[in-house]
């Protein structure tokens, strides 16, 4: 999968405001086998094989989603039977579990419910992924707008209009309650 064609456009393709879809593929991949490998601890074993294949393959059919989708709504419901089809050219013979963890990645939004141990786990790594890569970005947009409001306060200082009300708001600062000639 990482050396394929489809993955390397994946990583090129902005998702979710601050990452790629490939960045956020990995992430989701890297995610799932931390669950699984902390159930496994507790004696829940999963078919790790499956969770691997089905966490990268889970968003390839978001590519080119500009092009398919007419809005978020559709790509929501429409890009986990796209990325089967992308996997299955991936992997021609795409193990079952995989293609049901591709199926069911978007539950509860779209799709049908995961019905193996496997399919929430991605399923949960996806809405993890997500929610942080969304976080980040909203974050990063906060940080962007606060340098913005920063640069357009000190560029408003500079001006002389700016300056004299800074004066006459000391003025009233000195002598609260009397009269500062209407100011």
């Not at 590519?63 to 790509?75: S, V």
């Not at 399919?119 to 929610?131: G, M, N, Q, T």
């Not at 913005?148 to 560029?155: A, G, K, M, Q």
Request: proline content about 3%; aromatic content about 4%.
């Amino acid at each position: 999968v990482l050396r394929s064609e489809q993955f390397s456009k994946a990583l090129k393709q902005k998702h979710h405001m601050t990452s790629s879809v490939g960045e956020h593929t990995l992430r989701v991949t890297a995610s799932s086998l931390r669950i699984s490998h902390a159930l496994e601890k507790i004696g829940i074993k999963s078919d790790d094989r499956s969770i691997v294949q089905g966490a990268l393959c889970h968003d390839l059919g978001i590519l080119d989603r500009d092009k398919k989708y007419k809005n978020n709504r559709e790509c929501c419901s429409q890009h986990p039977r796209d990325s089967v089809e992308t996997a299955k050219e991936i992997f021609p013979y795409l193990d079952e579990k995989a293609e049901r963890i591709i199926r069911s990645h978007m539950w509860p939004l779209s799709g049908p419910r995961p019905g193996s141990r496997e399919e929430v786990i991605v399923s949960a790594a996806d809405k993890y992924a997500s929610a942080k890569d969304i976080m980040y970005g909203t974050a990063l947009k906060g940080r962007e707008k606060a340098k913005e409001v920063r640069i357009h306060i000190s560029d408003r200082m500079k001006t002389a209009d700016y300056k004299e009300q800074l004066r006459r708001i000391k003025i009233q600062k000195k002598s609260p309650g009397q009269d500062n000639g209407g100011q």
